[in-house]
Nanobody, 124 residues
Framework: QVQLVESGGGLVQAGGSLRLSCAVS????????MAWFRQAPGKEREFVSG????????DYGDSVKGRFTISRDIAKNTVYLEMNSLKPEDTAVYYC?????????????????WGQGTQVTVSS
């Protein structure tokens, strides 16, 4: 089992920044793929970013490239999502996800473990 707890969401004005955190615990996850997804009301869950825990390889969804950065702190067992130049269309519930055999990082159904989500609201 892997437990994921997100934090850091909130209300921010367009153009502002937020940093989300995902605290990871449980089963050894050195071989895990960690990811951030988001889901806005009435929309499907969308891949935001992914990271290979062991080697730090990263990937991003097209809508956030150049604005968001995923990273990890191995000592703190935490994954971060630094979000800059936020837009109203970034408003969503953001979820942290993880699994060990992920072929398609952008596919939500590839991930077994999910956090509870944290709300991000960007006002115009």
């Amino acid at each position: 089992q892997v437990q994921l707890v997100e934090s850091g969401g909130g209300l921010v004005q367009a153009g502002g920044s937020l940093r989300l955190s995902c605290a990871v615990s449980g089963r050894t996850y050195s071989a895990a793929v960690m990811a951030w997804f988001r889901q806005a009301p009435g929309k499907e869950r969308e891949f935001v970013s992914g990271l290979s825990w062991s080697v730090g390889i990263t990937d991003y969804g097209d809508s956030v490239k150049g604005r968001f950065t995923i990273s990890r702190d191995i000592a703190k067992n935490t994954v971060y999502l630094e979000m800059n130049s936020l837009k109203p269309e970034d408003t969503a519930v953001y979820y942290c996800a993880a699994d060990f055999l992920v072929r398609r990082w952008a596919a939500a159904d590839e991930y077994k473990y999910w956090g509870q989500g944290t709300q991000v609201t960007v006002s115009s």
